[in-house]
Every structure is written in structure tokens, then in C-alpha cells.
T-cell receptor, first 116, second 110 residues
Framework: GAVVSQHPSWVICKSGTSVKIECRSL??????MFWYRQFPKQSLMLMAT?????????EQGVEKDKFLINHASLTLSTLTVTSAHPEDSSFYIC????????????FGPGTRLTVL | GQSLEQPSEVTAVEGAIVQINCTYQ??????LSWYQQHDGGAPTFLSY????GLEETGRFSSFLSRSDSYGYLLLQELQMKDSASYFC???????????FGAGTRLFVKA
């Protein structure tokens, strides 16, 4: 299957700072990547669809000015949490689909963000 | 709107068979997937149904009935390592977004 990496795997920051999370598709050229957020013991909530070379599509209720997504190449998408606050503390996971008949999505290992 | 419903918890013993049901309501339904997630880890793909019927992959099988908006994941010969959260997920047309259910925590006991 496809391999997706994320960096960093965890980050602790002060309230008000911005944090950038990188998502790389290591063996597949992904025109589309997805960003999810997951709170402890809860489901994965789709935040946005990242499109290579164009603007991201955000889900209802997700602030696009707070969660900046850039998909500059077929192998890299970044999520920047701007002016982070404690309520933004969560597990952020990216994924992409290879488009096979099984339509499986391959997920990165996730980034745990803790905002103090 | 859209919704997926699955039981929050299931407990079973090693060697047993367990079925996790999922009902969904969504527009633009394309297919139903199942993912496994261990605590602290990323979700991993288990199975996908695009058409009605049963898909079998080793110890795991998944079923879909599009007319009933219903599917299930069947886990056979349960092992301790199967203790995890299992998510059903709907793949939608129009962008092929995948929306996840709340997840079912499976506890496998010796």
C-alpha cells in the first residue's frame, strides 16, 4: 500500500503561536489529500480536502483562515494551525486515496498537537 | 445531512466471531469502508464494499446492502490483537470524501 508520512509526530506549543504540520506521500503522486482531526476516543472528523495547485475545500464549520492548507506539490500538503489555542489540541491526521477499486485511504501516522 | 451509526462498544472472547453493524444516511453514496485503529495509531484499511454483497479478506468480511443503507464487519477467530476501534466510513461522490462513523471499541477477552 501507499506510504504517508507526517511531521512532526507531536508538538507542544504556547497559545497564540502557529504550528505547521507536513504530510508527505512517499510513493504516490497524490493530487488530493484529506486532513482529519480526532479528539480522544472520538471519530475522525474531516476538516478539508487539499487539492494540488488549487485552494483547499473546507468542511462546514472549519475555519479556513485558522487552518491554512497548502498543497504545493503532488507529494506534499501542509496544514498550519494559526494562533493556536488549547481547544485546538487534537490528533491531526492526513490521508490520500490511491484510487484503486477498493478505494482505500492511506493515513499518515498523525500529529498530536498540544497547545498550552 | 449525513449520519453513520454503529455500536459504541462490543466485547467478545478469543476465538469467537463478532459482527459490528453500521447504518448510514447520506447523499451521494459511493461505497462503505471499514478501518481499524489501535490507540495512538493511525487508521488502517480493512475492507470496502461498493456493491451489495459480501467481501471476504482473511478473517475479516464485510457486507453491504445499499437498499437498506446497512453494512456490517464480521471478524472471525478473534485474537487479542483485534482489540481496537473499528470505524465504518462512507465514501461519497463529488470529491470522493470519506466520512467516518463514531467508531466501535472492540474488547477481546481471553
Amino acid at each position: 500500500g501507499a506510504v504517508v508520512s507526517q511531521h512532526p509526530s507531536w508538538v507542544i506549543c504556547k497559545s497564540g503561536t502557529s504550528v505547521k504540520i507536513e504530510c508527505r506521500s512517499l510513493d504516490f503522486q497524490a493530487t488530493t489529500m484529506f486532513w482529519y482531526r480526532q479528539f480522544p476516543k472520538q471519530s475522525l472528523m474531516l476538516m478539508a480536502t487539499s487539492n494540488e495547485g488549487s485552494k483547499a475545500t473546507y468542511e462546514q464549520g472549519v475555519e479556513k483562515d485558522k487552518f491554512l492548507i497548502n498543497h504545493a506539490s503532488l507529494t506534499l500538503s501542509t496544514l498550519t494551525v494559526t494562533s493556536a489555542h488549547p481547544e485546538d489540541s487534537s490528533f491531526y491526521i492526513c490521508s490520500h486515496s490511491t484510487g484503486t477499486k477498493y478505494n482505500e485511504q492511506f493515513f499518515g501516522p498523525g500529529t498530536r498537537l498540544t497547545v498550552l | 445531512g449525513q449520519s453513520l451509526e454503529q455500536p459504541s462498544e462490543v466485547t467478545a472472547v478469543e476465538g469467537a466471531i463478532v459482527q459490528i453493524n453500521c447504518t448510514y444516511q447520506t447523499s451521494g453514496f459511493y461505497g462503505l469502508s471499514w478501518y481499524q485503529q489501535h490507540d495512538g495509531g493511525a487508521p488502517t484499511f480493512l475492507s470496502y464494499n461498493g456493491l451489495d454483497g459480501l467481501e471476504e479478506t482473511g478473517r475479516f468480511s464485510s457486507f453491504l446492502s445499499r437498499s437498506d443503507s446497512y453494512g456490517y464487519l464480521l471478524l472471525q477467530e478473534l485474537q487479542m490483537k483485534d482489540s481496537a476501534s473499528y470505524f465504518c466510513a462512507v465514501k461519497r461522490t463529488g470529491g470522493f470524501k470519506t466520512i467516518f462513523g463514531a467508531g466501535t471499541r472492540l474488547f477481546v477477552k481471553a
